[in-house]
């Protein structure tokens, strides 16, 4: 049997989607043992180029208001937060709430517990869908493709399939996992080059064709076939 923590918080919904002048009721509760007084705070939200995510405190979104500030729960009880969204520019804009404890402390050590809620406001108006491939590089089998999202919307990167081309001629179509690109942002997108495709390779991706001289697994190879030799002429020489 799991003992119940002293200090726990749950959330409901964990993504908040929201639209400009409404307002979204967020349900915490408190699923430890202790009651628990949890301050609530705004944050900026990024995802790191590999998908990471990131919390900026310091960037508080002028369009996010939330009430009340703070909740005092006891163990199992449940709150209310008032989500609200002002006005903003067309497009996606990402938020974070956070959620956090004031410090409980037992045998000398104070413990306490954040989570974080997303929240999303989408702004209807022009909406702009521009992703971009800035670059393509790789290694050891495997392909590195850096995506730009230059639109004002968030893009879904596993619904674009990426080819690979040889002589004309499909030799690869790959999709990447399911991931997320912000507004603004770059991200790295890095796949397995399947065995049976060698040699010089165009990679057709998010509107753009982009050549790779030789393939990394090509290179790999040809690497590891120069090191070869200086390795066996210093054995030998060793043995002289």
Do not use: Y
């Not at 726990?8 to 409404?22: D, E, F, G, M, Y």
């Amino acid at each position: 049997m799991i003992a119940t923590p002293a200090i726990a918080l749950s959330a409901s919904p964990a993504r908040v989607a929201i639209a400009p002048q409404h307002t979204e009721v967020l349900h915490v509760t408190n699923t430890g043992r202790s009651p628990a007084v949890v301050l609530v705070a705004r944050a900026g939200f990024v995802l790191a180029p590999r998908g990471r995510p990131r919390v900026v405190a310091r960037a508080k979104p002028p369009w996010l208001r939330v009430r009340p500030a703070r909740l005092r729960l006891a163990a199992g009880e449940t709150g209310a937060l008032r989500v609200t969204a002002g006005r903003a520019e067309p497009g996606d804009h990402p938020a974070l709430l956070l959620l956090r404890t004031r410090p409980l402390v037992r045998a000398g050590v104070a413990v306490r517990m954040q989570i974080g809620v997303v929240v999303v406001l989408r702004v209807p108006g022009a909406i702009v869908h521009d992703l971009r491939l800035v670059r393509v590089g790789g290694h050891a089998g495997r392909l590195v493709l850096v995506v730009a999202n230059r639109g004002n919307v968030t893009e879904r990167l596993a619904s674009r399939p990426i080819l690979l081309v040889r002589r004309g001629r499909i030799v690869g179509r790959m999709v990447p996992r399911r991931r997320e690109l912000l507004p603004h942002s770059t991200g790295i997108v890095e796949l397995g080059i399947p065995p049976s495709v060698r040699g010089p390779l165009t990679v057709a991706a998010f509107g753009r064709r982009v050549l790779v001289p030789s393939s990394p697994r090509a290179r790999g190879r040809s690497r590891s076939r120069r090191r070869r030799p200086s390795t066996a002429v210093a054995a030998r020489t060793r043995r002289a």
